[in-house]
């Protein structure tokens, strides 16, 4: 036997609603997991240093490096380097504009995922 459901007569009724522009609201500089969650974790503070970056997505200096680089030529973080006593630090920190593209992506695949 068949254990498709049958279909109600509202299935007809209901519309798909339209995800073209939500679809468009999708930014590729943050379609990669690692660059969303790097970009997310920096949104509710100043700046967080790369170690504390690193350790906390669970990757490694290089392949956190390539993504910081990438997101800093898209505009969506800086990058200071400095010093604590004698040893080198690298800060990391969202820009205003990645501000903005974070909030409509997230914004876009809330719609996409009908939340």
Known sequence: MNATPAASSNDADE???HLGESLARIDPDLGNPTRLG???S???RDRAEFKLLRDSL???DSVLSRHV????KA???SVAKGYVGKR????VSITKDGIRRLDGHVQALREIAGG
């Open 88 to 91: 080198p630090r690298t800060w």
């Open 69 to 72: 680089t990438a997101l800093e």
């Open 58 to 60: 669970g990757i490694s």
């Open 38 to 40: 790097l970009v997310a």
């Open 75 to 77: 505009g969506l973080v």
């Open 42 to 44: 920096l949104k509710n």
């Open 15 to 17: 519309t798909i609603p």
